[in-house]
């Protein structure tokens, strides 16, 4: 996503903006915005080894976008977080 494209191996810079777009998203009361920065900081909680961090993060966007309607990317993030409990990690 754009946020990687611009900041390819700075995981602190990358959580930052993720963490800026979901305050605006959650001030305009945008769920499907707010998980998709969900979906971006889970991401960069993967890429630190943080996996308990990224399922939360997943399971905060699983909800938001369930409710949007997004039940493409829903299924994508519930695939992802099975991966990284079965001991396999992937980024959705």
Do not use: F, H, P
Not at 22 to 40: C, F, I, K, N
């Amino acid at each position: 996503d754009i946020y990687w494209q611009q900041a390819t191996g700075e995981i602190d810079r990358v959580e930052q903006m993720y963490r800026r777009a979901l305050d605006v998203y959650q001030l305009v009361g945008d769920e499907r915005g707010s998980g998709a920065a969900y979906v971006g900081l889970g991401r960069a909680a993967v890429k630190r080894g943080e996996t308990t961090q990224a399922v939360a993060m997943w399971s905060a966007a699983s909800e938001l976008l369930r409710k949007s309607g997004c039940d493409d990317e829903v299924e994508q993030l519930q695939g992802a977080i099975r991966q990284i409990w079965s001991g396999g990690v992937r980024v959705a």
